[in-house]
C-alpha cells in the first residue's frame, strides 16, 4: 500500500467544550495519511489515476471550517468517515491537534486509524 498524505493543514473552526470557546473559532491542525496505490499514476503520469491531495484538502478544510463540535474526537471521527467515503480510501491515520488548548503543552490530540489497509494484486504477487 502506497500513502498520499497532507501534512499540518491548519483551519479555524468552532471546537470545545467551555462556553468561551463557542464564541471564538481556534485553530486546528489536522494530519492525513491516506491509504492508496500510486502506481497506475506514476505509470500514465495521470492525475486522474491517484487521490488528488488537491481535492481532498479542500475538502477537509470546508468540512472542519463548517464544523461546530465539542470534542476533536467527534471531528476526527467525522472527517475519517467523510474522507473515506467521498474519496474512497480504504484505510487511512488522521490526527487533530488543538495547539494552545493547555498552556502547560505544546499540543494535545488525538490520532485515530480506520479501515484496512489494502493489498493490491501486484502487491501479492510481488510476495
Ligand atoms: N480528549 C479530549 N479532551 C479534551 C477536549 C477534547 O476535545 N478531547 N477538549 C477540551 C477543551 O475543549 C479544551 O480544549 C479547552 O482547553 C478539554 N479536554
Known amino acids: 500500500m502506497d500513502i ?24 486546528v491542525i489536522l494530519n492525513v495519511e491516506l491509504g492508496t496505490d500510486i502506481r497506475a499514476a506514476a505509470e500514465h503520469d495521470d492525475i486522474s489515476k491517484t487521490l488528488n491531495y488537491k481535492a481532498v484538502t479542500e475538502a477537509l478544510y470546508a468540512f472542519v471550517s463548517a464544523s461546530e463540535l465539542l470534542l476533536i474526537e467527534t471531528l476526527a471521527e467525522r472527517c475519517a468517515a467523510m474522507i473515506m467515503t467521498e474519496f474512497d480510501v480504504p484505510w487511512l491515520r488522521l490526527s487533530i491537534t488543538k495547539p494552545g488548548a493547555m498552556r502547560q503543552a505544546k499540543d494535545v490530540g488525538v490520532i485515530i486509524e480506520r479501515g484496512t489497509p489494502s493489498a493490491s494484486s501486484a502487491d501479492l504477487a510481488d510476495g
Open 4 to 27: 498520499v498524505f497532507i501534512s499540518e493543514l491548519k483551519v479555524d473552526t468552532v471546537i470545545g467544550i467551555f462556553d468561551w470557546e463557542r464564541a471564538h473559532r481556534q485553530t
